[in-house]
Each structure stands twice: as structure tokens, then as C-alpha cells.
């Protein structure tokens, strides 16, 4: 006959049923918790993705830089967007995504990144640097008043339109630094469009990136 007392394995037993019970419960409210910001992606393997830009060489030097959670969060939507590139579908769909939870602004942000049109601004920035006070605010200014320093041309957009819409933003905002991006069948617009911008914020300095669907002006005006 065992000598073992039965209702002091009963209580053991309960007690480490409960431990184990409450520890994956515990495990899985982490995770869920961690996921909390992600869920609206709903698609595992692209949660993923943008969780591991977290640790990514931008995002860490963003984060110096960028005190808004939301617009760190919205660097690193960008740079999947980015890893994304060669999966048009995925891409497309985190697109949507970030359009319908942070409509039109979030997802220019995220494609200011994407594009690598933020590195580059960040780059002027720094070849003038003051203080890295400055640049934090300078920073942070471009990205919270992105469709103020920014047009981005629709496909089904013409340079009329264009042109109209960067005098528009150039007289009402003074900027320091404007830039014009088109993607895909705007870029050809932007292209086209060229010659005539120059002309028209002829006290800038001109600066052109084109690469493969991409095409991108920046203008830096003088005695900013």
C-alpha cells in the first residue's frame, strides 16, 4: 500500500495544474499584448516581417530621432513596404491596410520611407546640421505635415495639375525642402513634369532620383 498521502498529491497536483495553466496564459497575453499594435495587418508572416524591422539598422537610428510612437510606427510599416517589394501581392495588401487605419497621411508617411525619400531629406538636414534638437524637430515636422512638403502624384493625375498643386503648397507653406514623387505610371508624369518645375521653383536647388518605377525631385531652396 503506498505510504504517499492522497490528498496532499491531490493539492499538488492541482496546484501545479494551475501554475502550468496560468503560466501559458500568461505566455499568451505577452504575445498577444506584443501583437496588439500589429493585429490589423492580419497576416501572420507580414507581422512578422514588420516586427523585424524593429530591430532593423533604420529603425533604431529613427527611433533617436523620433519621439512619436506613431510616426516609429508608421517608419517601420514603411520599411516593410520596402521588404515587400518583390511580393506585389503582400505589399498591396499592407497597403490597404495601413490606408484604412491611418488613411491618406499614414500610408504617405509609410511611403515616404518606403521609398527612401525620408533618408534622403534626413540626409540635407544633416549636411546643414545645427544641433540634433534641430533635427529631431526637422524630422518629426516633415513627417506629422507630410502633404505640406510633399506631392504625390496620382497616376491619373496630368502636369497641369501637377504644376498647379506645387505652386499652391510652395506659396502657401514657404518650405525649406519640397519634393515631388511618383510611382509606377505617375512616374513618367513626374518625368515629364521636369523641366517645367525647375522653372517654377527656380530660387530651389534641384536634386532628381530615378530608379527603375520610382521618380523623385527634391527642391532646397536657398537662404533657408
Known amino acids: ?37 500589429l ?6 508572416q507580414t507581422i512578422e516581417l514588420v516586427r523585424e524591422q524593429y530591430n532593423s ?27 515587400l ?20 497621411e499614414g500610408l504617405h508617411i509609410a511611403e515616404f520611407v518606403q521609398s527612401g525619400v525620408l533618408n534622403r531629406y534626413t540626409g540635407i538636414l544633416i549636411e546643414e546640421l545645427n544641433s540634433i534638437e534641430n533635427l529631431q524637430n526637422e524630422i518629426e515636422e516633415v513627417l506629422k505635415n507630410i502633404e505640406k512638403y510633399t506631392l504625390f502624384v496620382k497616376a491619373d493625375s496630368n502636369k497641369y495639375e501637377i504644376l ?11 518650405p525649406c525642402i519640397f519634393i515631388v514623387s511618383g510611382f509606377k505610371n505617375a512616374a513618367k508624369l513626374v518625368s515629364e513634369s521636369v523641366e517645367d518645375l525647375k522653372f517654377l521653383l527656380k530660387e530651389y ?14 527642391f532646397k531652396r536657398n537662404f533657408c
Open 205 to 218: 536647388e534641384f536634386e532628381r532620383f530615378s530608379s527603375g518605377e520610382k521618380e523623385i525631385l527634391f
Open 85 to 104: 517589394e518583390e511580393d506585389k501581392e503582400r505589399q498591396q495588401n499592407l497597403r490597404d491596410k495601413i490606408f484604412q487605419k491611418y488613411k491618406t
Open 164 to 174: 498647379k498643386k506645387v505652386n499652391v503648397k510652395a506659396i502657401t507653406n514657404s
Open 57 to 83: 539598422g533604420e529603425s533604431k537610428f529613427y527611433k533617436n530621432y523620433v519621439n512619436d510612437t506613431r510616426l516609429l510606427f508608421l517608419i517601420r510599416l514603411g520599411l516593410t513596404l520596402r521588404k
Open 1 to 37: 500500500m503506498s505510504s504517499e498521502d492522497p490528498v496532499s498529491s491531490a493539492v499538488e497536483g492541482a496546484t501545479k495544474g494551475f501554475l502550468e495553466f496560468s503560466s501559458e496564459k500568461i505566455i499568451l497575453w505577452i504575445k498577444k499584448f506584443k501583437n496588439k499594435e
Open 39 to 44: 493585429a490589423f495587418i492580419q497576416n501572420t
